[in-house]
């Protein structure tokens, strides 16, 4: 299934995506929130049914381009991978000679999260802005020590996250959150696409576009850590909970776009793409006038 | 104000302490959680009235000791600092020549947060535990791009912190989380001491004594970053929200407790200490058996 959670007058609304001839179209979910459907079989069935339903004649249901698109989920916990794809290697060399022994994870704070639709208002103190396309895995059920085979059967889904990162603030000291976690540095969706939509998440070609080029360009098959090596691995230290997420790392930039680079400024957009995941177009505008008020 | 919060049948209640003749008692806020007394100045002033009331004859009020304190507030952001007390430093030398530029902050996730009676249950996976004490700041009121004059307004008080840590987990990769955030390592409390209650912050002892033997023993006049910079140096990145917490590092060990370290085992006790704040006791404990099932 394809679920959103888009805004809506009585308050936030979880809903299905079904596509209809003419676009497509929003099925709703009885007003349970996403992490409650996700955690609930039951309400996972039924959710089920009633897209099967919806599938036969979509076009008497609202639009999902007229709606306001929120974050699928509202993480308690975001983790974040730091180096988790491997780079580039010369014929005959050993692809796997540069691997970590253990991931590196951070942490992004949850004031970062960004609805998919909105933009990114570039804070009045960032001064080297960067983006970072991956993946991300959403917990769908309580996570703690679980085995490695079993890890995948505790998630949800996958959506698309935009690792927002500010890299003068990142250097700054050895931890790197303050370039993490600056307010809306975390576009996550648009939508939140079931597990069994994904018959292998490490065989997924994750593109980024930055201003109508790509930048980046590799698949999953390469990721250092696989999502179930993930899971299970966080999962000895924290209790996962149904809507914290994972993300699980970018593939660095191709040689030209690493070339190329300047820091993101107002106007500038990037997308994210993975085929079965949809895509997350962020734009970056600048601070309003209220924002650049001396602090 | 002493303020905390409590387990009741009706579900968590904030109290007031009031000192009696024969030990602490609890006096009853409303049923209103921390967080929404502390950001109301209207529920803050009948809170305030109601302690001056009850403090005649707090005889008949229910004792402190005959329930179950729970964590203060339950904050959705818990920011730390590394390094961030000077070392000592020979007579006549500089103390602030290894003054790093800027705070280094790293961040512990939801999961962590302990009662302030409740014993850490040492993880299985973990296998080099230590303990930092911490005096943290709460958030009181919605801070964004607060200046440095003023910084202090948004702070509605002081806890006490156990900034638990697996330094072999820490040590893994280049960023310090997986060791940060094991479920249980952030014992908070046992109070939360309202702002007015401390003339100044920067001039707190912080003592911490392990089984029995002082370990650390240093002045928050000895902070490179003082509590009201922090708050306004992490406000320009994030806004930081009420309940919120920033634990603002700890003192290095004495040289004998250096000397003396190993890593705490089941059996273990940890005091934190602060004139005013009161102190946090946490037992360290083994696992279950259930826990210790493979994984």
């Avoid at 796997?96 to 208002?121: L, M, S, Y």
């Avoid at 593109?207 to 299970?232: K, L």
Wanted: with cysteine; charged share 20%.
């Amino acid at each position: 299934m394809r679920l959103v959670t888009h805004a809506h007058p009585s308050g936030d609304r979880a809903a299905a995506v079904v596509a209809s001839s003419d676009g497509d179209r929003l099925v709703d979910l009885d007003g349970l929130s996403l992490v409650e459907i996700l955690q609930d079989e039951t309400a996972l069935a039924a959710a089920r049914l009633r897209v099967e339903h919806a599938a036969g004649s979509p076009e008497t249901l609202p639009r999902l381009s007229d709606t306001r698109l929120l974050p699928p989920v509202r993480p308690g916990k975001i983790l974040c991978l730091g180096y988790n794809y491997r780079g580039h290697v010369a014929e005959g060399a050993d692809p796997t000679a540069d691997d970590p022994a253990f991931p590196d994870v951070f942490v992004k704070t949850p004031n970062v999260v960004n609805a998919p639709g909105d933009p990114v208002v570039l804070p009045v103190a960032s001064t080297n802005v960067d983006y970072e396309g991956e993946i991300a895995v959403v917990i769908g059920r309580r996570a703690h020590r679980v085995p490695l085979v079993s890890a995948l059967d505790y998630v949800a889904g996958y959506a698309l996250f935009n690792d927002v990162s500010d890299r003068d603030w990142q250097g700054r000291s050895s931890q790197w959150e303050l370039g993490k976690c600056f307010d809306g540095f975390g576009p996550l969706g648009p939508e939140l696409i079931t597990a069994d939509e994904i018959p292998d998440p490490q065989d997924l070609l994750l593109e980024v576009e930055r201003d109508g080029v790509v930048t980046v360009s590799q698949s999953t098959a390469t990721m250092i850590f696989p999502m179930a090596f993930i899971v299970h691995y966080l999962s000895q230290v924290m209790t996962l909970e149904p809507g914290d997420i994972i993300s699980t790392g970018t593939p660095q930039k191709l040689p030209q776009a690493l070339n190329d680079h300047r820091p993101l400024g107002p106007g500038d957009a990037v997308t994210i793409r993975v085929a079965g995941l949809g895509e997350l177009t962020t734009t970056f505008t600048a601070p309003t006038d209220t924002e650049r008020t001396p602090a």
